[in-house]
């Protein structure tokens, strides 16, 4: 999805926050000369001659802690962001030297078993000479670079991409896959997430107790289904950011909004013998901006009132409270009782085959030619807009590059007829469409919401 993790390690204060921001080409993480500025990690997307990756920016390691509690959060953070990395860019600092607390550090990245490249910061003007002392870490030849002025960033990229996985050409072609389909469970706390992982799995994959917040952190339990592979995610309950206490939470939350970045499918779960909330609305708006394919799961079905009456009334208040996502399924199940998790299983694995379908060029743009002769584009002071021709150039989610005369003339109604249209053509039920608006013969780009 964002493609391989890099992770960046490191003593405080040797310039991570600042590598970080330079390769993204923003002032994303904070940078001071105090140690200690930057402590959760921070997660951004980003490329490098075409290859997307993400990176992860961290908090400095100390060897003995000077902040006690703290300052083992910050480790335990960076600690699972090695885990999580293909690639661990281990940062050092030219105008310091070698530090005792550097041999540390590359002993933990030894027995970590990642891939890691020593980057040698503040290589700038006399300094420069003094990164070939870093050869004594142990781990291969030290990149040297200036964070701050921006020199050797594309030699240290060029060198990370080598450890990147191999990506076939048709691994995005959607056509041929074969992989595993990825669901993540998201709601509030205490709607039966994990109760709900549970009936999927047939066992006691998950503690489950009445307390809200039992599940703390994000794990991975592969299964099959008709043959096929699936791994489900279940994750902490997330709450309104005013609500959130404690470190140990907002770490869990913060886990949960990432399961939806990496997932195929994102189980939004709600309580069924309660209202929605806007809280569900905002979870829900998680995964759409991520990209991801949404099945609406209404759990604890079997305590409704009033039977199909009750659901009915139920179905209604999602409808208003998740106006911005019509094209979502809706389903009924009680994880304590196993009802409906077969069909909720079966319609997952349908939103996930539609969040990589692949469309032919000639179809679409037969489809589109159809819709805008049954409702012509928008125009404006005499000037009509057209589409000309549209391609499909990604999934996950389904984008859509449509090369047209005036891309300032598409209204939002006309741009919401075109995705309702493609969706009635193409079955796009359970996920969200790009569309891409490209002025004919200009490489700029305007991209629908």
């Not at 050092?92 to 040698?120: E, F, K």
């Not at 991409?161 to 669901?183: A, N, Q, Y």
């Not at 709601?187 to 307390?211: D, F, H, W, Y």
């Not at 125009?379 to 150039?393: A, E, M, R």
């Amino acid at each position: 999805m964002y493609g391989p993790i890099v992770a960046i390690v490191g003593r405080p204060n040797v310039g991570k926050s600042a590598l970080f921001n330079r390769v993204l080409g923003i002032r994303y993480s904070i940078v001071e000369e105090t140690p200690g500025v930057t402590r959760d990690r921070v997660y951004a997307h980003t490329d490098w001659n075409g290859r997307a990756f993400t990176l992860v920016d961290t908090g400095g390691i100390y060897a003995e802690p000077e902040w006690d509690s703290i300052s083992k959060m910050i480790i335990a953070q960076t600690d699972t962001a090695i885990n999580e990395a293909n690639v661990v860019w281990f940062v050092v600092d030219t105008a310091s030297g070698l530090m005792p607390h550097d041999h540390d550090i590359a002993n933990l990245l030894r027995r970590s078993g990642r891939n890691v490249i020593v980057v040698a910061n503040k290589a700038e003007g006399a300094c420069y000479d003094y990164h070939m002392e870093f050869y004594a870490l142990g781990l291969g030849q030290p990149c040297p670079i200036s964070a701050i002025h921006g020199t050797g960033i594309g030699d240290l990229l060029d060198r990370t991409l080598e450890f990147f996985p191999v990506i076939s050409p048709r691994d995005d072609e959607g056509e041929e896959e074969t992989g595993e389909i990825k669901l993540a469970v998201l709601g509030r706390p205490n709607v039966g997430k994990s109760s709900l992982v549970n009936s999927i799995l047939g066992e006691e994959r998950a503690i489950v107790t009445s307390l809200p917040g039992t599940t703390r952190d994000a794990f991975d339990t592969p299964f099959i289904w008709n043959d096929k592979q699936f791994v489900i995610i279940d994750t902490a309950g997330i709450r309104r950011a005013a609500k959130i206490d404690s470190r140990v939470e907002r770490y869990s939350v913060f886990r949960a909004i990432r399961a939806a970045d990496r997932c195929d499918v994102a189980l939004v779960i709600l309580d069924s013998s309660n209202t929605p909330s806007s809280q569900d609305a905002r979870i829900a708006g998680y995964a759409e901006e991520a990209g991801r394919g949404i099945v609406l799961v209404a759990n604890k079905c079997d305590l409704i009132e009033g039977g199909r009456e009750g659901r009915t009334h139920f179905e209604r208040h999602v409808k208003r409270r998740m106006a911005f996502l019509p094209y979502v399924p809706l389903l009924f199940v009680s994880a304590l009782k196993n009802q409906g998790i077969f069909h909720l299983i079966k319609t997952a694995e349908k939103t996930a085959l539609n969040h990589r379908k692949r469309i032919q060029t000639s179809i679409l743009n037969e489809v589109l030619k159809e819709a805008q002769f049954r409702v012509p584009p928008p125009q404006d002071k005499g000037k009509q807009l057209k589409i000309y021709y549209g391609t499909q150039v990604s999934t996950k989610p389904p984008s859509f590059a449509l090369f047209m005369n005036y891309p300032e003339l598409m209204s939002f109604s006309y741009r919401r007829y075109l995705e309702n249209a493609l969706r009635q053509s193409f079955d796009f039920q359970g996920v969200p469409l790009r569309l891409l608006l490209r002025k004919r013969g200009l490489t700029g780009t305007r991209e629908g919401p």
